[in-house]
């Protein structure tokens, strides 16, 4: 199966900064979603997105398909912004997830 | 729309016994994928279910089962808990394979 790696693996942030948060497959995936986990355990859908840029308020995210890699951008950063982010992909409908990015913000 | 809903939150067992666990997916919603969430482990890929069948499986042993009903809800098995069976099991459905996947909050599974 598609190994996912994700980088960096923790990130502590005062609050109002910028982050990018990168996601690295080693093969092509058919579909691409970036999800938060808050810290109460909940997963949250940030994006679907196997390929281009989409943006949503404070956070965007571009996926390179054909270089297989996706970036998550966080834009002036909110305490509650903290947890730990996932990607995840899948080439034969079982999705794979890296082991994701703790981010901190500190207000 | 109602989102996808798992039962129990919680769940207490000892070594030996069985657990079941229960979700609903979001309607119109037909797949449905567990995974699950042990500590230092990550999200690891578990099952998947289809149209009423299971249409892929992750890495785990054939005490770890499961079946999806008519009605697309989805009960997951673990047979013969073992201690490392801990962890937050996650169900997620999609609108057809290859469609986004949307998550419930979890059961967490104890194992004492």
């Known amino acids: 199966g598609i190994q996912v790696e994700q980088s960096p693996p923790d990130l502590i942030l005062q609050e109002g900064a910028n982050s990018t948060l990168r996601c690295n497959f080693s093969?092509?995936?058919?579909?691409l979603q970036w999800f938060h986990q808050n810290p109460w355990g909940q997963l949250i859908n940030l994006f679907y997105?196997?390929?281009g840029t989409k943006q949503n308020g404070r956070l965007s995210a571009t996926t390179v398909a054909t270089e297989r890699y996706s970036l998550l951008y966080i834009s002036s950063s909110q305490t509650t912004d903290s947890g730990v982010y996932f990607c995840?992909?899948?080439?034969?409908?079982?999705?794979?997830f890296g082991a994701g990015t703790r981010l901190t913000v500190k207000p | 729309e109602a989102g996808v809903t798992q039962s129990p939150t919680h769940l207490i067992k000892t070594r030996g016994q069985q657990a079941t666990l229960r979700c609903s997916p979001i309607?119109?919603?037909?797949?449905v994928y567990w995974y699950q969430q042990a500590l230092g482990l990550g999200l690891q890929f578990l099952l998947w279910y289809d149209e009423g069948e299971e249409r892929n499986r992750g890495n785990f042993p054939p005490r770890f089962s499961g079946r999806q009903f008519p009605n697309y809800s989805s009960e997951l098995n673990v047979n013969a808990l073992e201690l490392e069976d801990s962890a937050l099991y996650l169900c997620?459905?999609?609108?057809?394979?290859?469609?986004?996947?949307?998550f419930g909050d979890g059961t967490r599974l104890s194992i004492l």
């Open positions: 309607s119109g919603h037909t797949s």
């Open positions: 997620a459905s999609s609108r057809d394979p290859g469609q986004p996947q949307h």
């Open positions: 995840a992909g899948n080439n034969n409908n079982d999705m794979r």
């Open positions: 997105i196997p390929s």
């Open positions: 093969d092509s995936v058919n579909n």
